[in-house]
């Protein structure tokens, strides 16, 4: 097990699109621990994708429990996660680990609806909403290249500089 580096904007490895996993064997398993460790040494470690660890393969592990009045799935590990249905658009405050220094307000979906395959290949389905469907979506950007700065309502009026992270 190990606590993995973080890349930073402006990495330009945050910019690429990840790979679809393949292979569900004792090496994918060995990852997602040390992604998940990672995730947990974090600040404010409610959820990690793969390739800000520089490692481009399709794969996310969300938990927001830490937060206990939102309803939520515990710890989520989504492989090759695909959103199926979108419902709602709200507008909420980010953060991201790869951009420690700035928290901005993007637009999501309320609710969605998404598969995603488990450690065993499994494919899952999962219904959410709130705060743990932004976490979600947020984390798939990344396995498309995308940040929360890229989605920011408006540049100007929309983001925000941390004091502390935490
Ligand atoms: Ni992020």
Redesign the pocket.
Same mark, same amino acid.
């Given at each position: 097990m190990a606590v993995l580096e973080i890349l930073k904007y402006p990495d330009p490895r945050l910019k690429e699109i990840a790979a679809e996993v393949t292979e569900f064997d004792a090496s994918l398993c060995a990852f997602i621990h040390d992604l998940e460790e990672t995730m947990r040494a974090g600040p404010g470690g409610v959820?990690?994708?793969a390739p800000?660890v520089g490692h481009l393969q399709r794969i996310v592990i969300v938990d927001v429990s830490s937060k206990p009045k939102v309803k939520q799935h515990g710890r989520l590990l989504l492989i090759n996660p695909e959103i199926l249905e979108w419902e709602g658009m709200v507008k909420g405050r980010e953060g991201?680990?790869?951009?420690p220094d700035y928290t901005g307000n993007v637009i999501r979906a309320r609710t969605i609806k998404l598969q995603a395959q488990d450690e065993q290949g499994e494919v899952q389905e999962y219904e959410m909403e709130g705060f743990e469907a932004r976490a979600v979506q =947020?984390?798939i950007d =990344?396995l498309d290249g995308l940040?929360?700065l890229d989605r920011l309502v408006s540049r100007r009026n929309d983001l925000f500089q941390r004091k502390v992270y935490k």
């Amino acid at each position: 097990m190990a606590v993995l580096e973080i890349l930073k904007y402006p990495d330009p490895r945050l910019k690429e699109i990840a790979a679809e996993v393949t292979e569900f064997d004792a090496s994918l398993c060995a990852f997602i621990h040390d992604l998940e460790e990672t995730m947990r040494a974090g600040p404010g470690g409610v959820g990690i994708a793969a390739p800000q660890v520089g490692h481009l393969q399709r794969i996310v592990i969300v938990d927001v429990s830490s937060k206990p009045k939102v309803k939520q799935h515990g710890r989520l590990l989504l492989i090759n996660p695909e959103i199926l249905e979108w419902e709602g658009m709200v507008k909420g405050r980010e953060g991201c680990m790869s951009v420690p220094d700035y928290t901005g307000n993007v637009i999501r979906a309320r609710t969605i609806k998404l598969q995603a395959q488990d450690e065993q290949g499994e494919v899952q389905e999962y219904e959410m909403e709130g705060f743990e469907a932004r976490a979600v979506q =947020h984390e798939i950007d =990344h396995l498309d290249g995308l940040l929360f700065l890229d989605r920011l309502v408006s540049r100007r009026n929309d983001l925000f500089q941390r004091k502390v992270y935490k």
